[in-house]
């Protein structure tokens, strides 16, 4: 069977398009969608038109004729209906063809419905979806599911999380404002129309955002035991981490140090800590959006840190860190 689908136009007309749903199946003479079954029959002055080869039940729908002219687009809607063996006998036709003239709108199912007709229930089936999104924080972002069936399905959007409670959009377009980290992760598309189990799909949502360092604690090691500073960070992408003692870079494979880093953390290891190893630690996370530090102490037995000004107490005296000895002796 074959379906033909015509629009009639005249001279104002600058840009045509033919549109199924919200795909675009041919604009102008360039075709757009890749079924082969959709081709261009009349692309002149007076019409436009296409024709869709051996029919089937998913090509059952709203098709729109775009037309341009000199002051405002305007178009053109015909409902496609496909009919079976026993409906095609008692219409006398095979396969449904429509004619349009712009402005006009109408549809196959208002000329063509008779109550002989036998209803046809076709199973829902997604045929489209948006793919997998990778974003910024604070983006806007905007997923598509469109999907056939008869009666319609009704599409309905879930966010796949703990924290998500019931549909957060009973549309074929989910649009999502100002998205944060909390809101990455799958979305389901579900289309249901009651003839069979619903069909659903998924599309992965990723939030790109810059480090947050969770933990980073000061530790305090006798000397000659083993010593660990860690330090975690969340980021996507991934943080990369660098440590530095004072305004010292520390490389990796230097010797008595061992820096690990993973990707959600990276752990400085001393594995035989001498005094000169006690002081102050940087760790730095950064990734392409940013970056953030934190500072801890690796002190000796005995020692009281103090986390808020950067000091540690051994024996009854305050030792403090990089404090020139000009500033100490104003002290006496």
């Not at 076709?122 to 469109?146: A, F, M, R």
Request: net charge negative; glycine share 8%; hydrophobic share 35%.
């Amino acid at each position: 069977m074959k379906a033909a689908i015509r629009c009639s136009v005249d001279n104002r007309v600058t840009r045509v398009a033919w549109l199924n749903r919200s795909s675009i199946l041919y604009a102008g003479n360039d075709k757009w969608c890749l079924d082969p079954r959709v081709v261009l029959l009349a692309n002149t002055k007076t019409q436009y038109s296409i024709q869709i080869q051996d029919v089937d039940v998913y090509d059952e729908g709203p098709y729109t004729c775009s037309v341009q002219t000199d002051n405002h687009p305007k178009t053109s809607r015909v409902h496609l209906i496909v009919q079976g063996e026993e409906e095609e006998e008692e219409e006398g036709r095979h396969g449904v063809a429509e004619h349009l003239r712009w402005p006009s709108v109408r549809t196959v199912a208002r000329e063509h419905a008779s109550p002989r007709l036998h209803s046809l229930q076709v199973s829902p089936k997604i045929t489209e979806i948006s793919s997998d999104i990778s974003i910024n924080e604070g983006g806007n972002v905007s997923l598509t599911c469109i999907a056939t069936g008869r009666p319609d399905p009704t599409i309905t959007w879930r966010h796949i999380s703990p924290k998500a409670v019931g549909f957060i959009s009973e549309d074929e377009y989910l649009e999502i404002t100002g998205i944060t980290r909390e809101q990455s992760g799958e979305y389901e598309c579900s289309a249901s129309n009651d003839v069979a189990a619903p069909v659903v799909q998924r599309v992965k949502v990723t939030v790109n955002y810059p480090p947050y360092i969770s933990d980073a604690k000061s530790t305090g090691v006798p000397v000659g035991q083993k010593g660990i500073l860690l330090c975690e960070a969340s980021a996507v992408p991934s943080a990369d981490f660098q440590w530095y003692k004072d305004d010292k870079r520390l490389a990796e494979g230097q010797k008595g140090l061992k820096v690990e880093n993973k990707a959600f953390f990276s752990r400085l290891t001393f594995f035989n800590v001498s005094e000169q190893d006690y002081g102050n630690y940087t760790c730095v996370a950064s990734n392409q959006l940013g970056n953030t530090n934190a500072s801890m102490i690796l002190y000796g037995p005995g020692a009281v840190h103090d986390g808020n000004n950067g000091a540690w107490r051994r024996g009854g005296c305050v030792w403090l860190l990089a404090l020139p000895l000009t500033q100490l002796a104003r002290q006496f």
